[in-house]
């Protein structure tokens, strides 16, 4: 079992910046898949990032260059740094756990065994 903590959300006016953090706990943090979703009103939730136990990391194209995510083992969280944050940016963000994931299977939302129950990032103009 895996408990997921996401913190970090609130208000940012556009072209801001914001740090999501997930803490997580129970299984073994390190040999997780790690990964970032989001979900706007009325969209499907939407991939955003993922990052395996070692380098290998995956971004969505429309954060690419402008989100990082990276995690710290002995502090069993994952963080993502949203940089340059634009209105379509605003939904509420997942974090997920999830075991035996590749890259190829990082962005699908099903894959994944464990959520957290989300934080809100709204992004103004």
């Known amino acids: 079992q895996v408990q997921l903590v996401e913190s970090g959300g609130g208000l940012v006016q556009a072209g801001g910046s914001l740090r999501l953090s997930c803490a997580a706990s129970?299984?073994?943090?390190?040999?997780?898949?790690m990964g970032w979703f989001r979900q706007a009103p009325g969209k499907e939730r939407e991939f955003v990032a993922g990052t395996r136990s070692g380098s290998s990391k995956s971004y969505a194209d429309p954060v690419k260059g402008r989100f990082t995510i990276s995690r710290d083992n002995a502090k069993n969280t994952v963080y993502l740094q949203m940089n340059s944050l634009k209105l379509e940016d605003t939904a509420v963000y997942y974090c997920?756990?999830?075991?035996?994931?590749?890259?190829?299977?990082?962005?699908?939302?099903?894959?994944?065994?464990?959520w957290g129950q989300g934080t809100q990032v709204t992004v103004s103009s």
């Open positions: 997920a756990a999830g075991f035996g994931l590749t890259i190829a299977t990082m962005s699908m939302a099903k894959k994944y065994d464990y």
């Open positions: 129970g299984r073994t943090f390190s040999s997780n898949v």
